[in-house]
């Protein structure tokens, strides 16, 4: 998180002189780029080839339609506001796992589900005088990032971290690309290419540390501390851009990270029920 925290400052910098698809283009070359090397230096240049399937196609174009989505929104939103929008994935990927694949959620996980949804609306402000589209515009990055994650759980292991790392990469890029055709093109001076391959290489880490975090591992456990990342965002919108949240994004925060967090443990609690079940059974 506090990866991803380092690139979204060097490139929310950057948006304040460059057009919205040629950041996302160039940086997703980079990305692309060093990720390739190292899926290769560590052997898996025949994966990135034969790994490519409908499953993996769709978490790549899952992950260009959230990292658009989102960039688009982090040029227009404080760092935090934007940040607490996107907490709303884990909530979603939820409410997705009941839609595709009927997996059973009870009362208490539907009625947290909604106190976080109550919460996104406080950080939203869906009311005349306060409206943020941005936000909405955040509201879907999150959407894209959990079906990507939704795709990413049935890939499996026989496919590298690496290698997926890569095909997001290439999604990321390929919808910079459309960005880009609408837009007026302005060359990159040294110093800001500098920062966006720095940038990159932070995003690129993210990336490979979010997929290994995730593998083989209980979910309740691993999944909170996806929100350090508001923390993390706090401080450096703080820092770099004197920006702070308002209340009501404080207090919508809160309420989202807390449903988030109690949703994950009903999880938890149901898994070890079945596993329980199962065991009695056999």
Sequence with gaps: MAAYTVNDVLVKQILRTYPVGEVIFVRGIMAMLLIGAVAVALGHRKAIGTALSPLLTARSAFDGLSTAT??????????????????????LITVLAVLLFRETVGW????????????????IKPVPASFDIW??????????AALRETANRRI?????VMVVAF?????????????VVTESWRMFDGADL???????????????LMALGFRDVDLSVVAPFRYTYLITSAVGGYLVFAEFPDGWTVFGALLIVGSGIYTLHREAVRRRRLSAEAQTAA
């Design 156 to 160: 499996g292991h026989g496919v590298p």
């Design 194 to 208: 500098f920062q966006l391959f720095v940038a990159s290489v932070f995003v690129g880490i993210a990336i490979y």
């Design 108 to 123: 208490r996980r539907w009625i947290a589900i909604s106190i976080g949804f109550i919460g996104a609306l406080f950080v």
């Design 167 to 179: 095909w997001g990469a290439v999604g990321i890029t390929l919808f910079g690309a459309l960005f």
């Design 135 to 144: 936000a909405i515009i955040a509201a879907v990055s999150a959407l894209f």
């Design 70 to 91: 989102f960039i688009t929104a982090l040029a227009h939103m404080p760092l935090a506001n934007v940040a607490a929008v996107l907490q709303i994935g884990p909530l």
